[in-house]
């Protein structure tokens, strides 16, 4: 009864929700400020500088229903608070509500999501509780709700804990592998994806639950947004088909309407009042010829209470007949209280039903035991409900059995949510594949198994190479329909004995059993059901809108690679996935020692990689560009960077790492911000005003939505001659949304930036294209420069180069030129523009600079 109640509160707050909204007057678009910070899978930046994440979708569908436009503004946390707190922004998504937070913000009534913060190490294992961090090092993020609790914490209890802040969780996990802290406080929703990847362990230490919101700038602005977000969580929340449980279920976050578990805290009262109430009505029975008034008004106060209490109770004497019966039992059967007084459960259900009660009583009756049992009971509308009952005997002043009370609780909903949450605790909701806990048994089980028997065993991690772009592109339901289609041909394809578990997103796992006794056989077996995978992935599936082949990379990790048991030998198969990923689609790795390495250098070198770009710790390095005279004509700016820590860092290393973390484009909108300081030196003397600056731009920093206002602001601030600023792209870049890049060029060719197709020849560029493109330039790759001497087919190859940019009237540039030998070969061949280290060797734009002053004529070093 309370659920129907409930039930119709929410359909009443549902409707005047509706009433307001639609009462609402229509307006202009509303640009909506959002503070964020990186905190995935909470808050996230994607690609196209769209907000995503678990509260970006759900303020996006909110927009979508307002009218908003909402507009990222990318902070880290502190920076964030600072522009809230000034109304710089209005909304700052990810925030738990405190004392003091409320009185220097907005807040809406209705959290997004509940959470809590957990303690992740590598090496300290035995840490069970908060008292035993004394002496431990805590890395902890700065200005967080964390490291508030943990401070008190520890003033309160007098231990002595060193403390490290950090900038972002990714820094704090970082300082853990680099052993500058023992342990790392992380929200566990990000927490536990990211110490798996990094191969760390989740303490036993759980603290700070904390209900997460959207705070609001102190403004009415902020206030009128935070309201029209409460109405859409408030009726999202109580409905199961809402955005907002659809995005709960994507990112895997139960996140159920706060209901009453009536057997959790009712029964025990019910219980006690019941007792209470037997013990008067005993002590009554006494006195009922001295005292039925009192009696009488008593029983009508304890039938007001009883009736009032959402539960079913009832009193049967010996026979089994009812003799008080509540208003819910009444209402139950559609019966009053008078009528169903001698009734038997036979006159009310069905005979089944009927009998099975009756056990139960006769067990109260004639044992005088106390009964407490689940009973499923068919209604007499022929719906099966499940009851939690608890039954005692009822005794006279001499001890004898005259009847039983019974207390009933519906628990059929209850029930049901268990059933969901057992569902939800170890399958995955899309595929109905395993999760990652149900995983972890079954392979904890499988090696514990292998190494009884001494059959081998393997681990593949799998990964599906375009899932993003499908499930951005093509929508959820598509990218859904993609996921379960995968997980039945793997599930196709392994035994029963088998395990196959989806991890999030398009990560998958197999886990294979038994393959043999001989570990090299095992190999083969594991390598061989590897590939039959990735063929029966990439065959055609109908995504309604068109035809689709998924490509996919395999990581495989075999049980005796190991002895420390089933999250080492997951992490080892996720290290050899990195490796296929890193070598194509429909790659296949093995696990081996070495990838450790590689990988946790990689972690460190990216947290070192942010803080230079925080700190500007790079230096800017000059290559002249000559014509066939030997005159510059300009330059390529490159960039070197000397970290404390590694040393002299080659490009092709720190380069790699910027592209993948996203670090690549605030590296690479400094450089433009250089080059363009620069340019403005050079147009202010007369000799260095007639020279080029060529800097390469990243596909990924290209595909940014506001790179090209980027550069046209770079552009005006510094008063950048026209055609003096070059870009140079590469060849792939003009196969990924070729319109799109196309429109772009075009937009920056007006505003007299000036385009060079890097590593011709080694691309796919089509001749359509080129016709299209602002480009004015075609650099020939230093691999045929390298051997135009010994191997004829480069000769021909750059020969063709040369005679395409004559066809074109494009510029032909030849780099890494190395010997005068090289050089006077590409002279016969047409090539009169010229980049190596015959011409020059990078060094600080400002040594050039010094010897473009004296000269535009270069020296050119000896063979």
């Not at 920093?701 to 026209?722: I, M, T």
Request: proline letters at 3%; glycine letters at 6%.
């Amino acid at each position: 009864m309370l659920s129907f109640a409930n039930g119709l509160d929410k359909i009443a707050i549902g409707l005047l929700g509706a009433l307001l909204f639609m009462a609402a007057p229509v307006s202009a678009q509303t640009i909506v400020r959002v503070g964020v910070y990186d905190n995935p899978p909470k808050l996230t930046v994607d690609e196209n500088n769209q907000i995503s994440g678990i509260f970006g979708e759900i303020m996006l569908e909110m927009a979508d229903r307002e009218d908003w436009e909402i507009k990222p503004v990318r902070c880290d946390w502190s920076q964030c608070l600072a522009l809230l707190q000034r109304g710089d922004i209005d909304l700052m998504p990810d925030v738990a509500r405190t004392d003091a937070r409320d009185r220097d913000f907005l807040f809406h009534q209705v959290p997004v999501l509940h959470s809590w913060s957990q303690l992740y190490t590598l090496n300290t294992p035995n840490v069970t509780s908060l008292l035993e961090l004394d002496g431990l090092r805590v890395a902890v993020l700065r200005d967080s709700v964390q490291r508030d609790y943990l401070r008190n914490m520890v003033d309160n209890f007098g231990i002595n804990v060193r403390f490290i802040e950090v900038g972002s969780f990714d820094e704090g996990f970082a300082a853990v592998l680099a052993a500058r802290a023992d342990m790392v406080a992380v929200n566990h929703l990000y927490g536990e994806q990211r110490s798996r990847e990094l191969g760390m362990t989740a303490t036993p230490v759980m603290f700070q639950p904390s209900r997460l919101y959207i705070a609001g700038a102190p403004n009415a602005k902020a206030r009128e947004l935070l309201q029209r977000l409460d109405r859409w969580l408030a009726d999202w929340r109580a409905d199961p088909a809402s955005p907002y449980q659809e995005i709960m279920k994507k990112w895997g976050v139960y996140a159920p309407d706060r209901q009453t578990e009536l057997a959790v805290w009712l029964l025990p009262s019910l219980i006690a009042l019941l007792l209470f109430a037997i013990l008067g009505v005993a002590t009554l029975r006494a006195q009922v010829k001295k005292k039925s008034r009192a009696l009488l008004e008593t029983e009508q106060r304890s039938n007001i209470i009883l009736s009032s209490v959402e539960a079913y109770i009832f009193v049967k004497d010996v026979d089994l007949k009812y003799r008080y019966a509540n208003k819910h039992v009444c209402d139950l059967f559609g019966v009053t209280a008078t009528s169903i007084v001698g009734k038997s459960d036979f006159d009310l259900f069905d005979e089944t039903t009927a009998e099975n009660i009756r056990e139960n009583d006769i067990r109260v009756i004639e044992r005088g035991e106390r009964v407490v049992d689940e009973e499923t009971n068919r209604l007499p509308n022929g719906k099966e409900r499940q009851f939690l009952s608890v039954k005692i005997p009822l005794r006279d002043a001499d001890d004898v059995i005259y009847g039983l009370c019974g207390i009933s609780t519906d628990i059929t909903e209850h029930l049901q949510v268990q059933e969901q949450l057992n569902q939800l605790a170890y399958y995955d909701a899309i595929t109905g594949l395993a999760n990652r806990k149900l995983l972890m048994q079954q392979l904890e089980h499988a090696v514990a198994s292998s190494r009884r028997t001494g059959y081998e065993g393997a681990v593949l991690a799998i990964d599906l190479i375009d899932f993003t772009l499908i499930n951005d592109s093509l929508g959820h339901a598509v990218g859904d329909k993609l996921l379960r289609t995968i997980a039945e041909r793997i599930q196709n394809l392994i035994d029963e004995t088998d395990c196959a578990a989806r991890l999030g997103s398009d990560d998958f796992v197999v886990v294979l059993e038994d393959l043999g006794r001989d570990r090299n056989e095992a190999i083969l077996s594991a390598r061989r059901l590897a590939a039959e995978l990735i063929r029966h992935i990439a065959l055609p599936l109908d995504l309604v809108t068109r035809m689709h082949s998924t490509a996919a990379c395999i990581g495989i990790s075999m049980f005796s690679d190991t002895d420390l048991g089933a999250a080492e030998l997951i992490k080892n198969a996720d290290l050899a996935l990195t490796e296929a990923k890193s070598q194509g689609a429909n790659s296949v790795r093995l696990f081996n020692p070495d990838m450790q390495i590689s990988i946790s250098r990689r972690l460190h070198l990216e947290s070192a990689l942010r803080r230079a770009i925080d700190e500007r710790k790079f230096e800017l390095y000059l290559q002249p560009q000559v014509d066939a005279t030997q005159r510059i004509t300009g330059g390529e700016l490159l960039l070197r960077w000397h970290d404390a820590e590694f040393g002299q860092v080659p490009p092709n290393e720190f380069i790699p790492v910027a592209e993948s973390s996203g670090l690549i484009v605030p590296l690479g909108n400094w450089v433009i911000e250089q080059a363009c300081m620069v340019l403005q030196q050079w147009s202010q003397q007369p000799q260095l005003q007639e020279l080029q600056l060529a800097i390469n731009i990243s596909p990924r920093q290209f595909r940014q939505s506001q790179f090209v206002d980027y550069v046209a602001s770079c552009l005006e601030r510094y008063q950048v001659p026209v055609g003096k600023l070059e870009l140079e792209i590469t060849e792939n870049m003009l196969i990924e949304n070729v319109e799109l890049t196309i429109e772009r060029m075009s937009r920056l060719g007006r505003l007299g930036v000036r385009f060079s197709l890097d590593d011709f020849g080694t691309g796919y560029a089509s001749l359509a294209y080129l016709k299209r493109l602002p480009i004015y330039q075609l650099k020939i790759d230093q691999s045929f420069v390298r051997d135009v001497l010994t191997d004829s087919n480069d000769a021909v190859i750059i020969e063709t180069i040369v005679g395409l940019g004559d066809s074109l009237s494009l510029e032909v540039i030849a780099e890494g030129v190395e010997t005068a030998a090289q050089a006077h070969a590409l002279g016969e061949l047409g090539c009169n523009k010229f980049q190596g280290f015959y011409f020059g060797r990078p060094q600080p734009v400002a040594t050039w600079v010094e010897q473009f002053e004296r000269s535009l004529t270069v020296s050119t070093t000896s063979d």
